[in-house]
């Protein structure tokens, strides 16, 4: 297997990365915590998506025992250009993981989990067993767990919705990750409105789970684009939403077009609650997962004081 994290962006044009503002800035992981959290993890030879994708959050999420388990291997079927997970040809699944995950979040104490995976396209179901078997152990062994998932979009599977419907998780999350019209180059194995009906089918599946979705932000949309994004997602019925800074891995990744301010995400924020958002978290750090804990306790409260 080739030592080369993406074979594909290997001849693009490097695109230089300029330097991070200072609302941008993280300190690095150094607390007991951390060590701690990273030893579970390891010793369960676990992947998680805040190491893989390289997450700016990762010190933080970690002192607080928070991290986003992601299942079904380390190698990606797709080559998203702003992604840093492995791209290739995946290896076996284990079939332990589910145990091992179980086992992770009892040990770690979690309230609540996020649990991630790459593409599988070469995979019948693509997955979506794999995913249920996770979501079915954690509830076994932690029964008071809430567990939120971010899915692939089963594109071409068609019976993943009806593998998945059999161990709905609390939260239901499918980043549309940008606009419509940056799909070709941001997200050329996937098709916005695949993404956008599969947030709708599940809702209509299960209209009692929380659906979720995010974007990233400075990649040379426009806020009218941004807009009419926020718009679908409310047409398909999606309760929260994040919107958080793109920031490039490398130079081969997509070109970072700007640095978007923190009073643009402010307006991104008022402007979805506007839209009627149940949750909103839209700051230059935000990531899908990025205190998924809290947050849900808070779009729960949201949800019955709007019933009420």
Not at 1 to 11: A, F, L, T
Not at 20 to 35: L, N, Q, Y
Not at 215 to 243: H, N, P
């Given at each position: 297997?080739?030592?080369?994290?993406?074979?594909?962006?290997?001849?693009?044009?490097?695109?230089?990365?300029?330097?991070?503002?200072?609302?941008?800035?993280?300190?690095?992981?150094?607390?007991?915590?951390?060590?701690?959290?990273?030893?579970?993890i390891k010793d369960k030879k676990i992947v998680t998506v805040c190491e893989e994708a390289a997450c700016p959050n990762i010190a933080e999420c970690w002192q607080k025992k928070h991290a986003t388990f992601m299942i079904l291997g380390d190698i990606c079927t797709r080559a998203c250009a702003f992604?840093?997970?492995?791209?290739?040809?995946?290896?076996?699944?284990?079939?332990?993981?589910?145990?091992?995950?179980?086992?992770?979040?009892?040990?770690?104490?979690?309230?609540?989990?996020?649990?991630?995976?790459?593409?599988?396209?070469?995979?019948?179901?693509?997955?979506?067993?794999?995913?249920?078997?996770?979501?079915?152990?954690?509830?076994?062994?932690?029964?008071?767990?809430?567990?939120?998932?971010?899915?692939?979009?089963?594109?071409?599977?068609?019976?993943?919705?009806?593998?998945?419907?059999?161990?709905?998780?609390?939260?239901?999350?499918?980043?549309?990750?940008?606009?419509?019209?940056?799909?070709?180059?941001?997200?050329?194995?996937?098709?916005?409105?695949?993404?956008?009906?599969?947030?709708?089918?599940?809702?209509?599946?299960?209209?009692?789970?929380?659906?979720?979705?995010?974007?990233?932000?400075?990649?040379?949309?426009?806020?009218?684009?941004?807009?009419?994004?926020?718009?679908?997602?409310?047409?398909?019925?999606?309760?929260?939403?994040?919107?958080?800074?793109?920031?490039?891995?490398?130079?081969?990744?997509?070109?970072?077009?700007?640095?978007?301010?923190?009073?643009?995400?402010?307006?991104?924020?008022?402007?979805?609650?506007?839209?009627?958002?149940l949750m909103v978290a839209s700051s230059p750090l935000t990531r899908s997962s990025y205190h998924a804990s809290e947050d849900f306790k808070v779009m729960q409260g949201n949800r019955a004081s709007k019933n009420n």
């Open positions: 297997m080739s030592d080369i994290r993406h074979p594909e962006k290997i001849n693009r044009v490097s695109n230089p990365i300029p330097k991070k503002p200072p609302w941008i800035r993280v300190k690095a992981p150094t607390s007991k915590f951390f060590k701690s959290t990273n030893k579970i992604c840093n997970i492995k791209t290739g040809k995946p290896g076996f699944i284990d079939l332990e993981e589910p145990k091992k995950i179980a086992e992770a979040v009892n040990e770690l104490g979690l309230e609540h989990v996020v649990i991630t995976s790459v593409d599988r396209d070469d995979l019948i179901d693509g997955g979506a067993n794999h995913f249920t078997n996770v979501i079915k152990g954690i509830r076994e062994l932690n029964k008071s767990c809430t567990i939120e998932v971010l899915t692939p979009d089963f594109h071409k599977k068609p019976e993943a919705l009806g593998i998945l419907s059999n161990n709905l998780p609390d939260v239901f999350n499918h980043n549309l990750e940008t606009v419509p019209r940056l799909y070709l180059s941001i997200r050329p194995g996937s098709r916005y409105f695949v993404s956008l009906k599969l947030l709708s089918d599940i809702k209509k599946l299960n209209p009692n789970i929380f659906t979720k979705s995010g974007l990233m932000v400075g990649l040379g949309e426009t806020k009218e684009e941004i807009y009419q994004v926020m718009d679908d997602l409310r047409a398909a019925d999606v309760d929260f939403i994040t919107i958080g800074q793109y920031l490039p891995p490398t130079t081969k990744h997509a070109k970072l077009e700007r640095f978007i301010t923190p009073k643009e995400f402010e307006e991104y924020k008022q402007m979805a609650i506007a839209k009627g958002f």
